[in-house]
């Protein structure tokens, strides 16, 4: 028999009974029942619930076993009858007879418990990662992780892609977060930067005739802690075409991706087709570029509605300023006042002045009621139920602040518009759309949730296409890219030079799912010419272009085909289809908020001589006392 093991803690079955078999792995609870002793033998594979009796030879060292000791026990398999049967473990129909039990490592008192997973504070949790990971959930959403990457490898492979491994000492690229830099020993003063993603390179594979690339790559981006993204490093599954059309990339790598889900889903729907939302209609009806599509709830303008009207407040500020608008959020079912005055706290708690919302009630009353509702409730009713008698009993009327000042006639005109029915109200936000979208958008997903609106148990998938090639930077008074720069403007080198920038879209896009960016990619610019002059647009003259990205303009100046590509979130990806509400519940050893490894304690002081090998002096600030 093998020194350790003759099978593992996850396959025993009913047809093993009988049999002598020999397990190792850690102790993951022990039981005393009225003198039998009960042993849960845990490895990677599964659980075996182990017993031995006093009479036992190894019954003296199974009373001194504690959680997380590592033994070795032989013993026979025998079934479990009646009510002893665990149907919720693949083993629960055996158990193993210990008749030798050997302790091959022994842990001291745990600083966190494995058996039962209660919450622990993070930083006991990321110190000793090593013992969180024995944790069935988090040690789960590992292996997932582990399937759900080769599973992509393989769709991509299938796809006719080929993987190519790029370096990891490059050059400084602006990806729009600090670089980590690496000094170089060798050459004084200089530094090698950690690639924020391996965007010129795979574009040089393209100019140099690889066609289809990918790579499940590491990116490393100095930032702050953000709730979607992990401090320092990340992975994301990275791919470029050649000849290709933004259509041609949506094409093959929707198939991919939805297999992807549909595989590892757990029989939730995926989205059948992605839907391509262009990025201005992603912003007016939902208030964001990354919309969560299982809350059903679309904003729309309603200026008209308010122009000129009683409701002081919209009218003057859409008569002082052309840029202003009323946009409407329907709440279905969200009538009730209580809700609406949680609402409009809620609001006052992000720093707005309010919400304005008008409630809709019914009434017996047609003098002060809206027929067209009640036309529309009824016209239904007439499908299921031609015998219906068609007068009505019920009219809706618009209740509230709002609707007092705007007018019996402008308020049934609006609630006819929005389609809205007793119990169900709208709230409204006005301004300038570029100053309050975000606002709108956080106040249509919290009307959503807190009206269970949400469908929690799908995967809503959707391309937003047409994004803003150029955006203004405030701090700097100037024009910045506002996504890749290195993506083609829509109508080329002619749109850069005869068009208002701030009005130009690019051939960049981006795949969300379920209120997440998963993907960003873009059809690259591959004319030198272009490519200087977008830069130009932003400050950078043709010397800046030829030495920040020399590789790559050198490359265009020698037949480069037209070619683009994207990049998918591999954490994001998978903390979406475990269900983990923390990307450190889906990666192996994580940073924490600070961006502090404190299980390696990283990072580190270095010394004085690895210091003056890299040339380098601190010049540290000092604390106050």
């Known amino acids: 028999m093998h020194a350790y093991r003759s099978t593992t803690c996850g396959a025993l079955r009913r047809a093993d009974a009988g049999k002598t078999v020999r397990l190792s792995g850690w102790v993951h609870r ?8 009960f042993i849960d033998l845990r490895d990677h594979y599964g659980l075996t619930q182990c017993v031995v009796d006093p009479s036992a030879p190894a019954f003296k060292s199974a009373e001194a076993v504690r959680a997380e000791w590592v033994i070795r026990i032989d013993g026979d398999v025998v079934i479990r009858e009646g009510d002893t049967v665990n149907p919720n473990l693949p083993t629960g129909e055996v158990e193993v007879r210990i008749g030798t039990l050997d302790v091959l490592s022994k842990a001291e008192e745990l600083p966190l418990p494995v058996f039962g997973e209660p919450e622990y504070p993070e930083d006991v949790r990321l110190r000793y990662r ?6 069935e959930t988090l040690h789960r959403n590992i292996i997932q992780r582990t399937k759900i990457i080769a599973d992509m490898r393989k769709r991509m492979v299938d796809a006719g892609f080929t993987e190519f491994s790029t370096p990891i000492l490059t050059a400084s690229s602006p990806e729009g977060a600090r670089d980590f830099l690496v000094p170089s020993r060798i050459h004084a003063g200089k530094f090698y930067a950690l690639p924020q993603a391996p965007q010129q390179y795979k574009q040089l594979l393209m100019v140099a005739g690889f066609d289809r690339y990918f790579q499940i790559a590491p990116c490393f981006r100095d930032e702050d802690p953000r709730a979607d993204r992990l401090p320092g490093e990340f992975y994301q599954l990275d791919l470029e075409m050649s000849f290709v059309t933004q259509e041609d990339v949506w094409d093959t790598m929707e198939p991919v991706i939805r297999a992807v889900f549909d595989g590892f889903a757990g029989g939730k729907p995926v989205t059948d087709v992605f839907p391509r939302i262009a990025y201005d209609d992603a912003i007016a009806k939902y208030g964001t570029d990354k919309p969560d599509l299982r809350n059903p709830i679309e904003m729309e303008d309603v200026s008209e509605h308010f122009r000129g009207s009683g409701f002081k407040v919209f009218a003057g500020m859409l008569e002082k300023d052309k840029k202003a608008r009323v946009w409407a959020i329907p709440a279905r079912g969200g009538g009730s006042r209580a809700f609406c005055d949680r609402m409009n706290s809620w609001a006052q708690q992000q720093g707005q002045p309010g919400l304005a919302w008008i409630s809709v009630e019914k009434t017996k009353d047609p003098e002060k009621g809206i027929a067209g509702a009640f036309e529309r409730a009824s016209a239904k009713m007439a499908e299921k139920n031609p015998d219906l008698v068609s007068k009505p009993e019920w009219y809706w009327i618009g209740k509230g602040p709002v609707a007092k000042n705007l007018g019996e006639d402008k308020t049934e005109e609006l609630l006819k518009h929005l389609a809205l029915e007793h119990g169900d109200a709208v709230f ?10 975000k606002f709108a958008g956080e106040a249509r997903t919290r009307v959503g949730e807190d009206l269970n609106l949400v469908d929690r148990e799908r995967f809503e998938l959707a391309w937003i296409v047409d994004f803003p090639f150029y955006e203004w930077n405030e701090d700097e008074k100037k024009v910045d890219f506002a996504h890749n720069p290195f993506s083609m403007p829509q109508g080329g080198l002619e749109a850069l030079e005869t068009r208002d920038p701030l009005e130009l879209k690019a051939y960049q896009y981006d795949l969300v799912c379920n209120g997440f960016e998963i ?3 873009s059809i690259r ?11 130009e647009k932003v400050g950078l003259t043709k010397a ?3 030495e920040r990205f020399g590789g790559l303009y050198r490359a265009f100046q020698f037949g480069a085909p ?19 509400k923390n990307l450190r519940e889906i990666s192996l050893f994580p940073m924490n908020q600070q961006a502090e490894d404190l299980l390696m304690g990283a990072p580190s002081e270095a010394g004085a001589k690895q210091l003056r090998d890299l040339h380098i002096r601190l010049n540290l600030q000092k604390k106050d006392a």
């Open 525 to 535: 610019n591959q004319s030198p010419e272009t490519m200087v002059t977008a830069f």
């Open 428 to 437: 409204f936000v006005g301004g300038d759309p570029a100053k309050f979208y």
């Open 544 to 546: 800046d272009v030829e």
């Open 130 to 135: 090593f013992l969180d990971l024995r944790r």
């Open 30 to 37: 022990v039981r005393d029942h009225g003198g039998l002793l």
């Open 562 to 580: 037209p070619h683009g590509g994207m990049a998918f979130g591999i954490d994001r990806i998978v903390m979406l289809i475990t269900g983990a």
């Open 519 to 521: 993907a960003s990619g």
